[in-house]
């Protein structure tokens, strides 16, 4: 696997709260990803950035926004969780605009 | 924005019988075709991807085909076995883009 960690794994928090994750890689890889998993919508495209401090929206992206202050670090918060934001999120980095490679993910439980 | 279509939802087969997963898409400036394999509670990861250069790449026991004409591309996966059971996803990505289109997953359970 390519050298792409999430953390939390898992996380449960509370309707209302803010909850920050991130995504931390070691291949000095250009562009990084955000995506939600939820059964039956396959993998949906949340936030990404193409450099440091350079992000844009993906198709799902109302409630969540992202930072990118150093290459390595893809952080993703919503700022104030819903129960609709249940779900397993991933991140993935890519270097040559093509190949994509997937963290763990983070299994997010909103109550 | 590109469009991907991706057939069938689920694929049931016996040990050993050929799979077959179909994707369509729409943008016709498409030129990157990956597939990835998501085993259960694990990451999508990349088992083979093909170029519009190409109409036909072969990995042992998978090939992915390309009709660019019908602008569908499709995962062929022989003598299967019950560790090749999981989702599979297709994905489409236009030229010089690197925000790829996902299809919706194929559920492949393979019974031995």
């Known amino acids: 696997d390519a050298g792409i960690t999430q953390s939390p794994r898992h996380k449960v928090t509370e309707t209302g709260t803010p909850v920050t994750l991130r995504c931390h890689q070691t291949?000095?890889?250009?562009?990084m990803y955000w995506y939600r998993q939820d059964p039956g919508h396959g993998l949906r495209l949340i936030h990404y950035s193409y450099g440091v401090k350079d992000t844009d929206k993906g198709e799902v992206s109302d409630g969540y926004s992202v930072s990118r202050s150093k290459t390595e670090d893809f952080l993703l918060t919503l700022e104030s969780a819903t129960s609709s934001q249940t779900s397993v999120y991933f991140c993935?980095?890519?270097?040559?605009?093509?190949?994509?490679?997937f963290g763990p993910g983070t299994r997010l439980t909103v109550t | 924005g590109e469009n991907v279509e991706q057939h069938p939802s689920t694929l049931s087969v016996q040990e050993g019988d050929s799979a077959v997963i179909k994707c369509t898409y729409s943008?016709?400036?498409?030129?990157?075709f990956p597939w990835y394999k998501q085993e259960l509670g694990k990451r999508p990861q990349l088992i083979i991807d093909?170029?519009?250069?190409?109409g036909e790449k072969k990995d042992q026991r998978i090939a992915v085909t390309l009709n660019k004409t019908a602008k569908h591309f499709s995962l062929h996966i022989t003598e299967t076995q019950p560790e090749d059971s999981a989702v599979y996803f297709c994905a489409a990505s236009p030229g010089g883009s690197y925000i790829p289109t996902f299809g919706r997953g194929t559920s492949l359970i393979v019974h031995p």
């Open positions: 291949e000095n890889h250009r562009y």
């Open positions: 093909i170029r519009s250069n190409v």
């Open positions: 993935a980095i890519s270097e040559v605009a093509y190949e994509q490679y």
């Open positions: 943008d016709s400036a498409s030129n990157y």
